[in-house]
């Protein structure tokens, strides 16, 4: 592991209380949990003491269950996502009945669908048409050319000739970068983060950026709201109104509970001038630079995208900040500001191909997920994939299988340590097949791995927000850059070479030896695993 690990001796453990107003929030929504049981305890009450009642109740909620589920299947969603909300909803139908069309709708509403179509054909002319530089790609590989034509077709994204990449294995590497930059920034500033925490890195961060907005400099942030509530700093949005920084937050949490609150920005962008872009798995927290210890060792990663590619972050952003301000945003003025502030660097060469590109449950070609699958399917020799969490559909599980057996080196490093144990077990549950198919599975001993990459044979890498798991392909708005023949690729191949080292793999007939009840476990958490 880089030594960077041991850059910070004295950690402080993760302890960090919430703020009044998020705690009543969340007593609220503890209310209504307590009023599906009191629910729940009426029936039952109900068929003790009055039968009749009860038998009246029940037709009409056996109607109710029925209906629910035909809406369910007719949806053009997942089938393992439709088999839980069933699966659920025939179990527990009061609860499951009214927490589908809560929680459970991945449709947009179609207010919300037409708003967010709007502004993406309003500013689809801000991304010009990469027809000339897709040509040369299709020169190289016609699969790349393929992928790549895909992607600006579905996900709107061009792509752009490599003038500068720099991969960080780390988050602490990540953020020094970060740092630097944002310290030289001259005209603006625009950050997005699904979390924003208070705690060293924060502190530090703010300190520049309020220095740089006394100096004229726009600073911009973007946080989700349910990603960063008990964590942020209190009085957020109001301290940072003082000091000149503008900050907006994403779906704004309330107590009403709907399907919308599913949706989520787990982006993370940072955009200095238009010169410089980075993403990744990081959010601005101390655990990210292992500042604090959670999970034991926290292993992210991140990129640094430079020159015109810049461009596309910037309408990612913007397009985010309109949709939340219902404000029409002057494009112009940033590009511009970009353009000029290019000019004044030395261009520098570089090989190879960027396309950054956006996905949400706005796009219902789910882009992030196809996009995954081309890369697995178009890999001749390996693909080697981190991730968090391991919870797939049965197409992007069909794509791995088939890549195994077909001989590719497929390999997959998930955490030893995990944060959400059900997760976790959901996890567990697809190593038997993949074993079986010859995916090789592996467990981060460290702790736990935030990371989501995917490398293939050398030329073709993903660095980016997205999980392999149904909320990241489905219902967050979620962000990356594919890379092509920059070197970068082989910057990400070694870090997970480097990985593996530290990494525990997972024997099939070994795993096959686990507890009855550990098997039990395993199939009823993953017949919900969608709904995770």
């Known amino acids: 592991m880089s030594s960077d690990k041991n850059l910070n001796p004295s950690k402080e453990k993760a302890g960090k209380k919430g703020e009044k107003n998020p705690l009543l929030t969340i007593f609220k929504i503890i209310a209504v949990v307590v009023i599906f049981v009191i629910e729940i305890s009426f029936m039952v009450l109900m068929y003790t003491t009055t039968r009749g009642i009860y038998n009246y109740a029940r037709i009409i909620f056996d109607i109710l269950k029925i209906v629910t589920v035909i809406y369910l299947l007719y949806r053009h969603d997942s089938a393992a996502y439709k088999i839980s909300w069933v699966l659920f909803i025939m179990f527990f139908p009061v609860v499951g009945i009214l927490a589908y069309f809560m929680w459970g709708n991945s449709k947009l509403r179609k207010k919300e669908e037409r708003k967010f179509r709007k502004i993406r054909v309003d500013t689809e002319d801000f991304l010009k048409d990469s027809h000339l530089i897709a040509e040369e790609i299709k020169q190289i590989d016609k699969y790349k050319y393929n992928q790549v034509s895909y992607m600006t077709k579905v996900a709107g994204y061009p792509v752009y000739r490599n003038v500068g990449l720099e991969y960080f294995d780390i988050g602490e590497k990540f953020f020094r970068s970060f740092i630097v930059d944002i310290k030289n920034a001259k005209k603006y500033i ?6 924003i925490s208070k705690g060293k890195l924060w502190d530090d961060t703010l300190e520049i950026l309020k220095q740089k907005a006394s100096e004229g400099v726009e600073v911009t942030i973007i946080i989700d709201s349910l990603g960063s509530l008990l964590k942020k ?18 779906n ?21 001038d238009g010169v410089v872009a980075y993403t990744g798995g990081v959010n601005l927290a101390d655990e990210y630079a292992n500042l604090i210890e959670r999970f034991g060792y926290w292993k992210d990663v991140g990129i640094k995208v430079e020159g ?9 952003f913007l397009r985010n900040l309109e949709e939340i301000t219902l404000e029409q945003v002057d494009y112009d003025k940033y590009l511009n500001i970009a353009e000029e502030e290019r000019k004044s660097i ?3 060469e570089h090989k190879g191909y960027v396309l950054p590109f956006a996905d949400g449950p706005d796009n219902r070609k789910n882009p992030v997920e196809n996009i ?19 919870v797939i559909s049965e197409t992007v599980l069909t794509a791995i299988l088939n890549s195994a057996r077909s001989g590719v080196d497929v390999r997959v490093i998930v955490p030893y340590i995990p944060d959400k144990k059900l997760v976790n077990i959901a996890t567990k549950s ?16 460290p702790g736990f791995i935030h990371s989501k990459t995917f490398v293939a044979d050398d030329n073709t890498a993903i660095v980016g927000t997205a999980n392999l798991d149904y909320r990241s392909m489905h219902l967050n708005f979620e962000c990356a850059a594919w890379t092509y023949e920059t070197g970068v690729e082989k910057d990400v191949k070694a870090d997970f070479e480097n990985m593996l080292k530290e990494c525990v793999e997972v024997n099939l007939e070994d795993w096959k030896k686990r507890s009855i009840f550990t098997k039990m476990k395993e199939a009823i958490i993953s017949a919900f695993s969608p709904m995770l």
């Open 430 to 445: 697809y190593y038997e097949v993949l074993l079986e198919a010859g995916v090789k599975v592996y467990e981060y001993k």
């Open 372 to 390: 995954y699958i081309q890369t697995i399917n178009y890999a001749k020799n390996y693909v080697y994939m981190t991730t968090p969490y391991f």
């Open 252 to 272: 704004p949490f309330t107590p009403v509970i709907n399907a919308y609150v599913n949706y989520r920005d787990h982006r993370k962008i940072v955009i200095v």
């Open 346 to 348: 030395k261009k520098k």
């Open 308 to 316: 015109k590619a810049v461009t596309s972050f910037i309408i990612m």
């Open 233 to 250: 700093p209190k009085h957020f949005k109001d301290e940072m109104k003082k000091f000149n920084i503008n900050v907006y937050e994403f």
């Open 190 to 195: 625009l950050i997005e983060f699904f979390i």
